[in-house]
């Protein structure tokens, strides 16, 4: 994994989690709601469940196959002008003012090149989120599907997602953990 960009499995799991918030809210108000009926919860792990899922782990690749490549150039990009920072900086007392004023804007122009180039590859809307949610979202519908085949197969009204990175479920009994019944569901198909 590369140190200049976020691991997009994790990233897409951060972003859908957050937009679930307010709906983890209002399925809390209905649980409170129906007091005569009783409501069932269960939870899973979203990231063991993506760790188990040999689509997950090719996807990953695939992905840091595309990363490699725009890392690679960035890194070039980044050394080239650290390169040429260096050079001006010993060249510097032998400039006049007006050369000082032309290679310092040349540096700040490189420098805004690289901050573009890393942004439109490696920000949220940039290239490599853009082909991590095209290569992820397929998976994550089918997960996302398994998880509900088996909450309405044992009868489980919500499931909630227990992680290392977001703590919405605070406890949890593990006979309500249902991860490896969803991951066993995703292998059978």
Not at 88 to 111: I, M
Not at 135 to 164: H, S
């Amino acid at each position: 994994m590369y140190n200049n960009y976020p691991n997009p499995i994790s990233h897409i799991e951060v972003l859908v989690k957050t937009r679930s918030l307010s709906l983890i809210g209002a399925g809390l108000l209905l649980c409170a709601c129906g007091a005569g009926a009783q409501q069932r919860i269960a939870f899973v792990n979203s990231t063991k469940i993506f760790q188990e899922l040999p689509a997950a782990q090719e996807a990953q690749r695939r992905i840091d196959g595309i990363g490699k490549p725009m890392q690679d150039s960035l890194e070039t990009m980044k050394k080239d002008l650290q390169d040429k920072y260096a050079e001006y900086q010993k060249k510097e007392a032998l400039y006049n003012d007006a050369t000082k004023k032309s290679e310092q804007q040349k540096l700040l122009e490189q420098e805004r090149a690289v901050q573009e180039y890393q942004l439109t590859r490696f920000g949220q809307e940039g290239l490599l989120a853009r082909h991590s949610e095209s290569i992820i979202g397929p998976i994550r519908e089918r997960i996302k599907a398994a998880i509900g085949a088996v909450a309405r197969e044992l009868k489980y009204n919500f499931v909630f997602d227990k992680t290392e990175q977001i703590q919405i479920l605070l406890y949890g009994d593990p006979k309500d953990d249902i991860t490896f019944k969803v991951i066993d569901r995703l292998r059978r198909g």
